[in-house]
């Protein structure tokens, strides 16, 4: 409502309108960014990397509370090998450098996905930032790796069937808070609004339950370039949007 009260050649900033809850971010055009370029994929990743950095500090200092970005689906697997050790590179420097400078700061690190594909390295780090990050009190900033929305959905299926093949479950109790309650993102609310930079229209498979009443705002910038203006942005066209969740 906040949103229409100013002139109309007054710009309108994001202190006038209400922020989402939970911002979901699928980091894309890494690739497409490198290329415009001449450079290798991997040089978009790093950008990439940078951008995140930046980003997520943005949400944090605005007064997001949850932020879910999509670093690595279980599809990304099949992306050349050079390519996928180095944003194996990648996530090791920014786990290190998290753990290592991020001591004071308040942001709860949280991992969404299958962690087991990791290395030993890899699988320490990501266990360590989020014991030594679970006892702040800020922003949730969820980094979805080696994550699917329907890997997730089978993950919690075998769950809950363990759980009624060992009793301890009773199958007409199953509703959709207790599959909610099996996901990665337990505990968190759906995100509000999920971006999508590189102007590709689809979630490739990216918290599929969760996104159930999500507004989804597609830009066409390269993710290395998105700025917290872009953000800006996705969030006055959130704020414009008429959520109905299926009433009137
Ligand atoms: C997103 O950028 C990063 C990952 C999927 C890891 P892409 O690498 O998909 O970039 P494009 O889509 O090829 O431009
Ligand atoms: C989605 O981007 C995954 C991440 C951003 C981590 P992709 O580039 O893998 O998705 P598709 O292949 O365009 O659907
Ligand atoms: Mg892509």
């Known amino acids: 409502m906040a949103l229409f009260k100013k002139k109309q050649n007054q710009e309108i900033t994001i202190s006038d309108i209400q922020l989402p809850e939970h911002i979901g971010i699928i980091m894309d055009g890494n690739g497409r960014w490198a290329k415009k370029r001449g ?19 943005y949400c944090s200092d605005i007064g997001i509370k949850h932020l879910t970005v999509y670093a690595f689906s279980t599809e990304n697997w099949r992306r050349p090998g050079d390519e996928v050790d180095a944003l194996m590179r990648l996530f090791k420097d920014y786990l290190q450098e998290a753990i290592r400078d991020f001591k004071d700061d308040s942001i709860v690190l949280r991992f969404l996905g299958d962690r087991t594909a990791f290395s030993p390295e890899l699988l320490s780090l990501m266990n360590e930032n989020e014991e030594e990050s679970c006892n702040r009190d800020g922003m949730i900033l969820n980094i979805a790796m080696n994550y699917g929305g ?12 363990q ?68 953000l800006d942005s996705a969030l006055i066209e959130y704020a414009k949007r008429n959520r109905r969740f299926g009433g009137v």
């Open 39 to 57: 450079l290798p994929r991997s040089a978009g990743h790093t950008a990439g990397a940078q951008t995140f950095r930046k980003i997520a500090r």
């Open 150 to 161: 329907r890997a997730e959905l089978v993950t919690a299926m075998q769950q809950m069937a």
């Open 163 to 230: 759980e009624v093949a060992s009793g301890s479950l009773n199958p007409e109790d199953i509703d959709e808070q207790m599959i909610s309650d099996h996901l990665y993102t337990k505990g968190q609310p759906d995100p509000d609004l999920i971006i999508r930079p590189s102007g590709e229209n689809r979630t490739s498979n990216f918290l599929l339950w969760q996104s159930a009443y999500a507004e989804y705002v597609i830009m066409d910038v390269l993710w290395p370039d998105f700025t917290p203006n872009d």
